[in-house]
């Protein structure tokens, strides 16, 4: 787990399990969504949490690493979903985000939203990313979720 910012930490499961009940967490992976909302396949597109869940001072995201772009209309309202709730809770307490192996999801939605904010140059994703690794060097975003995020860098800005 690394402090990219005050308050924002990113990091991998394990991480989550570090955290006590004061921290906020979002989960940027759908093995956390499918344990929490007590699913194993999927669940149906027209399901009120099937994108996002929040649930107190947690935040869960259906997002899964894949290799073809991550589309914009399930991936825009996840990140306006994260944006909001890192907005909501990162002046009250420490926030954690964290997928799978740290790397790719949890990596990705930190970097956005570090650039949404202006916290690392966002005028273009290529230049945010390479700055992004020089904070937290694990990142290694996943080819769809990169794609998606270099494909609709300015649209994600204003979300």
């Known amino acids: 787990m690394i402090e990219v910012i005050k308050n924002l930490y990113v990091g991998n499961d394990t991480s989550c399990s570090m955290c006590d009940s004061e921290w906020a967490i979002v989960h940027a992976c759908k093995s956390c969504h499918q344990k929490f909302l007590r699913y194993k396949k999927a669940l149906p597109q027209n399901h009120p949490s099937y994108l996002v869940h929040f649930e ?3 935040l869960f995201l259906n997002l899964v690493d ?3 772009m ?3 209309n399930f991936t825009h309202p996840i990140m306006k979903a994260a944006f ?3 907005d909501e809770q990162i002046p009250q307490r420490k926030v954690l985000i964290h997928c799978n192996q740290g790397q790719s999801r949890s990596a990705g939605v930190a970097l956005a939203y570090m650039a949404k904010k202006n916290m690392i140059k966002n005028n273009d994703f290529k230049i945010a990313y390479t700055e992004f690794k ?3 060097t694990p990142a ?3 080819i769809g979720f990169e ?3 270099g494909n609709y ?3 994600i800005m204003v979300l």
Do not use: A, D
């Open 56 to 58: 107190k001072n947690h």
């Open 66 to 68: 894949m290799e073809r």
């Open 140 to 142: 290694q975003i996943g």
């Open 84 to 86: 909001e709730f890192l």
């Open 153 to 155: 860098w300015n649209e």
């Open 70 to 72: 991550f589309l914009p």
């Open 134 to 136: 020089n904070i937290y």
């Open 147 to 149: 794609l998606y995020l």
